[in-house]
């Protein structure tokens, strides 16, 4: 007899919904009067429709392939995309000093946008393995080997934005098992991060100090936490240490420029507090024509972002009817702000909307992974759910002015061809295997 396809249909719907909702924002943000025919394939909402229509025939594709095709093949694209990544840092394509595209005629082909639907299917592989579980120093290596190998590969690609991406996995690896001190390690060092950035080192090291001192007084019948304070402490110190010399002699300016302009420091203000004897590193200024490009460049993108998506207000100017928009005054606004299009002609409500329509989409994935009855599926339904959700959180963020600008896309919504067939063909994957779980639960009902 044969099996139903019981797909999700309420997560396909919705998936359509911001996907033509993409296309209609980036063609308010690219038409102009000598080009606003939708199908003119020489502007980019033109070509967003041959990626549509080419995401369409994949997700046609993946619903017709057997689901265990997935499974036994997990590795094999693995490889295959690491393949790519490595040839690709030979003979890639440059674009805004990332090295991270194919060029092919007239498109680009962006393999990292791949690699995350690739780890997501080996870590789903390799815990959906029988017995294997994530315990064990050698399984969680392998674990954190698979993740971090393509995110090395594309950040030697230049492109720290699709690299950070791969963070995003962490969240998976919660899931099954991951201790939660991991997770309060890393909002503890982001917060070291942040505190370094804003005050002198040595006040942030005098601070830790204090606090230990504090410790050792009022617990010192303790001995194993004055033991774990002084470790923590000692390797906070090493951190703090590292951070100096990474952000000053490591990060590029445009790099340390971006994070400035997003915790609202004065780039000149910054150097001169960092060399007035209180780092513990030689810094080098940067030249004349870097810090006037931060102010000019990197704050501009902000600034506009922020006073497109205010000039919105409460109900937004309409559709096609953004005076910024049309101004093409805020760079990038088909790609990475794409948000900026929604705030200005749809508003505050229709933000609110359209962010709460996301987060039920992505809260549908994660329902949906966490319901499935075996390893394999359920880690990569994590994986799709938890790579959207750090787009979404970071791209808002940029476009907000809330996170520094790292150049990824908004799923589903921004213009590009890799980003949307890559994450169409992580949804469907998913949706495919969880129909598959509807059709094993059918058997015995």
């Not at 805004?96 to 082909?109: E, N, R």
């Not at 989409?361 to 992974?369: E, K, M, N, T, V």
Request: glycine letters at 8%; hydrophobic letters at 50%.
């Amino acid at each position: 007899m044969e099996e139903k396809l019981h797909i999700d249909w309420l997560t396909v719907g919705l998936y359509i919904i911001i996907v033509m909702f993409g296309a209609v924002n980036i063609y308010s943000a690219n038409n102009t009067l000598e080009h606003h025919f939708l199908f003119d394939f020489k502007m980019e909402y033109g070509k967003q429709i041959i990626w549509m229509s080419a995401s369409a025939l994949i997700v046609f594709l993946v619903l017709l392939t057997d689901f265990k095709f997935f499974n036994y093949s997990a590795y094999g694209i693995y490889v295959v995309v690491i393949l790519l990544l490595i040839v690709l840092l030979a003979t890639g394509s440059f674009n805004k000093g990332a090295q991270a595209w194919f060029k092919i005629g007239a498109f680009k082909l962006q393999p990292s946008e791949f690699a995350k639907y690739a780890t997501g299917l080996a870590l789903a592989k390799f815990l959906g393995t029988y017995v294997i579980k994530f315990e064990g120093k050698r399984n969680m290596g392998i674990c954190f080997a698979i993740i971090f190998f393509p995110m090395l590969l594309t950040l030697a690609q230049n492109d720290t934005g699709s690299a950070l991406v791969f963070l995003s996995f962490i969240l998976v690896l919660f899931r099954e098992g991951l201790s939660g001190w991991w997770l309060i390690l890393g909002f503890y060092l982001v917060l070291i991060f942040v505190l370094t950035i804003l005050y002198p080192s040595l006040y942030i090291i005098i601070g830790l100090l204090l606090i230990l001192t504090f410790i050792i007084f009022m617990y010192k019948k303790h001995k194993q936490l004055i033991v774990a304070s002084i470790l923590v402490v000692t390797l906070s110190v090493g951190f703090i240490l590292s951070l100096d010399f990474v952000f000053t002699s490591i990060l590029k300016p445009h790099q340390q420029q971006r994070i400035l302009v997003t915790l609202n420091q004065d780039v000149e203000e910054y150097y001169a507090n960092k060399t007035n004897g209180f780092s513990f590193f030689k810094v080098e200024l940067p030249k004349k024509e870097d810090k006037m490009k931060s102010k000019r460049d990197y704050s501009y993108n902000v600034r506009q972002s922020k006073i497109s998506i205010g000039a919105g207000q409460w109900i937004g100017n309409g559709f096609n009817n953004g005076t910024q928009t049309k101004a093409k005054l805020v760079p990038e606004q088909h790609t990475d702000f794409i948000f900026c299009t929604v705030g200005e002609e749809y508003g505050f409500i229709g933000s609110v909307l359209f962010i709460g329509l996301y987060l039920f989409f992505i809260g549908r994935i994660f329902y949906l992974a966490e319901r499935q009855k075996n390893t394999f599926s359920r880690v990569f339904g994590y994986s799709t759910g938890s790579i959207i959700l750090f787009h979404f959180f970071i791209n808002i963020g940029m476009a907000m002015g809330l996170l520094p600008v790292i150049g990824i896309p908004l799923p589903f919504m921004s213009y590009g061809g890799s980003s949307l067939i890559s994450f169409s063909l992580m949804l469907f994957t998913f949706l495919k295997l969880d129909a598959n779980r509807v059709n094993e639960l059918s058997r015995f009902s």
